[in-house]
């Protein structure tokens, strides 16, 4: 089983900073891609960021320039620092991972539980 722990969301203001990490435990072999998605009230959810274990990042066209999406390998952690917030940066935040369990597996999705990110105006 793996799991993935949020933390570092919260309520801001409008030009404000914060930093979200995820790390991920259980049984791991290694995790290929990791990242974030939000989901804001009543809309879908959408990526925000995504690093490989080769550091291949995207970025969806709303956050560059304002998100840096980083990891770090040996602790299974992914961060994401948000610089220049906006109240429409308003959502819950997931923490995605393509987790290989055994040298023998294919990549698995997990989810964390989300942690709530409010930016006021």
């Known amino acids: 089983q793996v799991q993935l722990v949020e933390s570092g969301g919260g309520l801001v203001q409008t030009g404000e900073s914060l930093r979200l990490s995820c790390a991920a435990s259980?049984?791991?072999?290694?995790?290929?891609?990791m990242g974030w998605y939000r989901q804001a009230p009543g809309k879908q959810r959408e990526l925000v960021a995504t690093?490989?274990?080769?550091?291949?990042?995207d970025y969806a066209d709303s956050v560059k320039g304002r998100f840096t999406v980083s990891r770090d390998n040996a602790k299974n952690t992914v961060y994401l620092q948000m610089d220049s917030l906006k109240p429409e940066d308003t959502a819950v935040y997931y923490c995605?991972?393509?987790?290989?369990?055994?040298?023998?597996?294919?990549?698995?999705?997990?989810w964390g539980q989300g942690t709530q990110v409010t930016v006021s105006s």
């Open positions: 690093i490989t274990s080769g550091g291949n990042i």
């Open positions: 995605h991972a393509s987790v290989v369990v055994t040298m023998f597996s294919i990549p698995s999705p997990y």
């Open positions: 259980g049984s791991i072999f290694t995790i290929n891609r």
